[in-house]
């Protein structure tokens, strides 16, 4: 089953950089997260939703991005939050 919003990203969508961690946290000086997020229309990358701040949820609701994908070592799962569903 196939998801509309990706064809709504851009082409190529953003990697994930070589070192990562949740850009708000970090802006807050927290350095504890369970596990990153990137969105796939702007590279924003946050925290889960396992982690405290819950920052790539957040960035969802603020910009509307609707996809994000794992941002972690081995993994390149992608979640969209209007489908509320793996794609």
Do not use: F, I, K
Not at 34 to 52: I, K, N, Q, W, Y
């Amino acid at each position: 089953m196939s998801c509309e919003h990706l064809t709504q990203l851009p082409h190529p969508a953003p990697q994930p950089p070589q070192q990562v961690n949740c850009e708000d946290c970090a802006a807050l000086g927290e350095l504890v997260w369970a596990h990153l997020r990137m969105c796939l229309t702007c590279g924003h990358v946050g925290c889960c939703d396992s982690s405290p701040h819950r920052h790539a949820t957040e960035h969802y609701v603020r910009c509307e991005h609707p996809v994000m994908r794992s941002a972690e070592p081995g993994e390149t799962w992608r979640w969209c939050y209007v489908d509320q569903r793996v794609v």
